[in-house]
């Protein structure tokens, strides 16, 4: 069996030549949160978060998530809180379907567990036996998304992991919105995150709704982005 962790940029992302997305990387902190969202809003002449639906949409497949109904199911704020999931279940295969790989930064303190090394580092301690990054399908129209050409995207990060570690990391991706899911007996645990940082704040009310629909125990209880009077305002 495997665990099966879900990032909801997997879903919640830009479409081609949005230059201002936050795929292509950004911080993760408060104000790269919900600021950065409202500036880009702004930028669109925006009086609520709809003005973000034109260059940010919810893509397809996410309502796949509730064929997992019964399996042990955990949400969080931010990948950062992946350990905690990880530890119940150590030694495990890991399929993580994410806009990122997750398994180095470029910046910063290479040892400090972040959203963009956590699977990289729970390989080196054993939490995690194989990792899998499971790209999605719309990464194919997005020449500078990770998951447009794996062979680029790993010749970007794999000099910075440990070669010892390359043999058990595989990257994919999707080829439409329904490939790649494990049937539900196959999934030991689902982790569902929120990455408030890449996500928009107009597709939160869907991820409430499908960590409602699964029953997830909240790990670090995600955000709810709203827009009020045209400024956004967070709730945990």
Known sequence: MTLLSVDWDAFSGPRELVFDAPIWGTPDRPADRLDAWQGRARRRGGESWAALDADFPLYAGWQALRR????????????????????????????????????????????????????????????????????????????????????????????????????????????????????????????????PAWTNPAHDAALTETAQALAAQPLNPPLERSWVHGFGAMKP
Do not use: M
């Open 68 to 195: 997992y109904a019964g399996v042990p199911t955990f949400v969080t704020l931010s990948h950062a809180d992946a350990w905690g999931w990880l530890r119940q279940f150590p030694g495990s295969d890991v399929l993580n379907v994410d806009s990122h790989h997750d398994l180095t930064s470029f910046s910063g303190d290479p040892a400090r567990l972040r959203p963009g090394n956590w699977a990289g580092l729970g390989l080196a301690a054993g939490l995690i036996r194989h990792y899998v990054c499971l790209y999605p399908w719309w990464h194919a129209d997005l020449p500078v998304a990770e998951g447009h050409d794996l062979q680029r995207t790993w010749g970007e990060f794999g000099p910075r992991l440990p070669p010892e570690l390359h043999g058990r990391v595989t990257l994919r991706r999707q080829t439409d919105p329904d490939d790649g899911w494990p049937a539900a007996h196959e999934v030991k645990a689902l982790l569902l995150v929120q990455s």
